[in-house]
């Protein structure tokens, strides 16, 4: 009778790139002897049940982890998860914990997942070299039983469901300003005359915008002056034909800043590095086993929310608890 629940929630983000991870870590237990009330606990009294001391939760058979990544939504290359298996396999924390790491011969890739194997490492030429007299400090993990009329849970698998997003830095929009118009002459006189005037006003400012566009640059900085023109009155002014800029054809119209944040945002997405992409994996795994990270434990790496009451090393200290035995 095998049960799932999950361990915790949480989101990471790294100073070298522009990415967060979101996290979700969930486990499968399955008790050793008949436990009646396993199904009757919720997810949060089985994990105070399971991190108490007062039950054994060891390293069930076949024990494994599974990464499951997406980018922008998207699973991962073959190459990407490529990379990403041999730089978690490589990994310096496996030998702190005593564990070896492995891919399975037969198993079937799926797109953006990845399993990893997980067993203990085989330390007896270690322990035979070094002289301790510590009780249980020359005795393998792998051997190491519960004592007497303790219940016994097996953890099963570990599932880390991993989803990273680009983060789009949010740029307020100009807004236009509108001018209030009304149905009589005098009204319309002075909306159109002021209008005008804050045309003019603004024409250094429309000119400088208009200047990072490709293709405007051409114009050279002699054509924003304008020659003095004898002074005309509002109902004459409006009478002729807006003038037009040399480049319409180009332009069309006044690029608003709507138009501008539409450019932007058809600019292609932002790669993330391999190695940023592993700094964030490496820290999810900490967080799932740990429960709690610092910028000392993995610099760079910062966590913006968490939920993790509960680690793998507080459920299972016998195989993610580095020197419980010693």
């Known amino acids: 009778m095998r049960k799932s629940i999950e361990l915790g929630r949480a989101v990471l983000s790294t100073s070298t790139a522009n990415f967060e991870l979101w996290l979700r870590t969930l486990i499968t237990i399955s008790p050793q002897q008949k436990y009646t009330n396993l199904e009757q606990l919720d997810a949060s009294s089985t994990l105070s049940l399971l991190s108490s001391g007062d039950v054994w939760v060891g390293r069930g058979h076949g024990l494994y982890i599974d990464l499951d990544i997406t980018l922008r939504g998207q699973h991962l290359a073959g190459e990407q998860l490529q990379q990403l298996s041999e730089a978690v396999l490589e990994a310096p924390a496996w030998a702190q914990l005593n564990l070896k790491p492995s891919l399975p011969c037969d198993a079937v890739h799926k797109p953006g997942k990845l399993r990893i194997m997980i067993d203990h490492f085989d330390d007896t030429a270690t322990l035979a070299a070094s002289q301790r007299h510590r009780v249980l400090s020359n005795i393998p993990a792998s051997d190491v039983r519960p004592p007497e009329g303790i219940s016994v849970f097996s953890l099963d698998s570990v599932v880390l469901c991993m989803d990273v997003f680009e983060l789009i830095p949010r740029k307020t929009a100009a807004t236009a300003k509108r001018l209030k118009t009304s149905t009589t002459g005098n009204n319309l006189s002075q909306s159109m005359?002021?209008?005008?005037?804050?045309?003019?006003?603004?024409?250094?400012?429309?000119?400088?915008?208009l200047s990072s566009v490709p293709g405007f640059s051409s114009l050279s900085a002699s054509s924003t002056l304008k020659r003095p023109r004898a002074p005309v009155s509002p109902e004459k002014r409006f009478a002729t034909s807006p003038i037009r800029p040399p480049n319409e054809d180009l332009l069309g119209s006044r690029l608003s800043s709507q138009a501008l944040e539409t450019r932007k945002q058809q600019l292609p997405p932002t790669d993330v590095r391999p190695t940023s992409m592993q700094a964030l994996i490496d820290g999810a795994l900490r967080l799932s086993i740990l429960s709690s990270i610092n910028g000392k434990t993995l610099p760079g790496v910062k966590v913006k929310a968490n939920t993790f009451g509960t680690g793998l090393a507080d459920l299972a200290p016998t195989v993610w608890k580095p020197g419980y035995l010693s």
């Open 193 to 209: 005359e002021c209008q005008y005037i804050d045309n003019a006003e603004h024409e250094h400012t429309d000119t400088l915008l």
